[in-house]
């Protein structure tokens, strides 16, 4: 059975930093993808940030591109999100969720599988 687990969600001031990271177990993790989606109440949820584990190619949101940052950890089955110069705009519920196929884009939530329960994060002055 795979379990996704996101961790590192808190508050922070604007232009502040958080990292997040994603583990899974009951998954070969070299060939997957992970994606970071994010979710206000009442919006749809909205994919920021994608990482092939294979290649390390990686893709962004317009909205994060150039503030975030995706990356891994192969050797402990570890993705992490490096969020700076946050605003108030990036308050959101963050997931984790992982998928078995590369794209040049971050899939609609439908087409994925494996989710977390969601961190939280929070920009307030």
């Known amino acids: 059975q795979v379990q996704v687990r996101e961790s590192g969600g808190g508050s922070v001031q604007p232009g502040g930093s958080l990292r997040l990271s994603c583990e899974a177990s009951?998954?070969?993790?070299?060939?997957?993808?992970v994606a970071w989606f994010r979710q206000v109440p009442g919006r749809e949820r909205e994919g920021v940030a994608s990482i092939y584990t294979a290649d390390n190619n990686s893709y962004y949101a317009a909205s994060v591109k150039g503030r975030f940052t995706v990356s891994q950890d192969r050797a402990n089955n570890k993705v992490y999100l490096q969020m700076d110069s946050l605003n108030f705009e990036d308050t959101a519920m963050y997931y984790c969720?992982?998928?078995?196929?590369?794209?040049?884009?971050?899939?609609?939530?439908?087409?994925?599988?494996?989710w977390g329960l969601g961190t939280q994060v929070t920009v307030s002055s």
């Open positions: 969720a992982i998928y078995s196929f590369k794209a040049g884009f971050i899939p609609r939530p439908q087409a994925i599988p494996y």
């Open positions: 009951g998954l070969v993790w070299s060939f997957y993808s």
